[in-house]
């Protein structure tokens, strides 16, 4: 990578896309981060395709006027519905969540089973599907509405929270013939439950964490030698645990270190309050603004 820092916009309808940005800040801590979270129009599982597509490329022409050099569209359902439409629009490159964490599933996978979980507009949109597929993977998809409230209120290793991964995917690996031995994370909220969903799937169930291996596919374009990963350069952590996982203390432009912004459409104080828990430290230079209908 040359001696400039790059300019790195990160898209997402609210906060979940944060815990991509964590990892790239951990792979490529010598960059300048945008962050757009379109907060005010969240949730986009409600929305229609065309909807949720021109709400991206609005936010995509906004981070591109504020000189981002790179896009990473840090949203599930974004990518799901409107990743073509941000491709072709684009002038910098952009890549999505979905075929990193797809690629690192069929990195670790013996079994060629995978179970995705995520929220009911990716799993509905069978992206996921769709990109293992592509890799000679077989899919086990369930949609896991409740698990994101959840992380929002802040229950990431509470009791009901745990009852309600273990109802969830309780027939994920129950056939042994067709057992999936990876499970995907296809939601940017999940990595905070990384941990808790480790003591419920089995023990030889690798878990593959997509915000991860998003950041390694945006090293890998920018030409960094990332540290390596828990269990592999995927992204995956076993039954030994989840690697923990921290950001700087304090964004300092100083070279080596990132420098961020913060853009929201709604509320700067929620995004600051609930935005640290994403984030691993405190969310500041938050700047509202406004894109219209």
């Known amino acids: 990578m040359s001696a400039q820092r790059p300019v790195i916009g ?47 490329l609005g ?24 990743m073509d439409a941000i491709t ?10 979905i075929d990193p964490g797809a690629a690192a599933a069929a990195a670790l996978s013996k079994t060629r089973h995978v179970a995705v979980i995520g929220t009911e507009a990716t799993i509905a949109s069978h992206a996921y599907h769709r990109a293992l597929e592509k890799l000679k993977l077989q899919a086990y998809e369930k949609a896991c509405p409740l698990l994101v409230p959840l992380v ?11 009852q309600v991964a273990e109802i969830y995917l309780q027939d994920a690996f129950l056939h042994k013939d067709q057992r999936s031995d990876v499970l995907l994370l296809g939601c940017t909220h999940y990595p905070l439950i990384r941990p808790l969903l480790r003591k419920v799937v089995p023990s030889d169930v690798a878990i593959v964490d997509s915000a ?11 030409g960094v030698d990332p540290p390596p990963a828990s269990a592999s350069a995927s992204g995956a952590t076993h039954a030994s645990g989840a690697r923990a996982v ?11 270190t990132p420098g961020f912004r913060f853009f ?19 969310v500041d230079n938050v700047e509202h603004v406004d894109l219209g209908g």
């Open 59 to 82: 936010a995509c022409h906004f981070l591109e006027s504020q000189g981002a050099e790179h896009l990473v569209i840090a949203c599930n359902t974004a990518t799901a519905l409107a």
């Open 10 to 56: 990160v898209f997402d309808s609210g906060f979940g896309g944060l815990t991509v940005l964590r990892e790239m800040v951990r792979l490529v801590p010598n960059a300048e981060y945008l962050y757009f979270g379109d907060t005010a129009r969240l949730p986009y599982g409600t929305k229609s395709a065309e909807t949720v597509a021109r709400y991206a």
């Open 246 to 256: 921290t950001a700087p203390s304090a964004p300092d432009p100083r070279p080596g």
């Open 88 to 97: 072709s629009y684009a002038h910098v490159p952009a890549i999505g969540v």
């Open 212 to 222: 991860e291996s998003t950041a390694y596919a945006l090293a890998k374009k920018l």
């Open 264 to 282: 929201v459409t709604d509320s700067v104080q929620k995004f600051r309050r609930l935005g640290a828990g994403f984030l691993g430290h405190p």
């Open 152 to 162: 929002e209120e802040g229950w990431i290793d509470h009791p009901v929270t745990q």
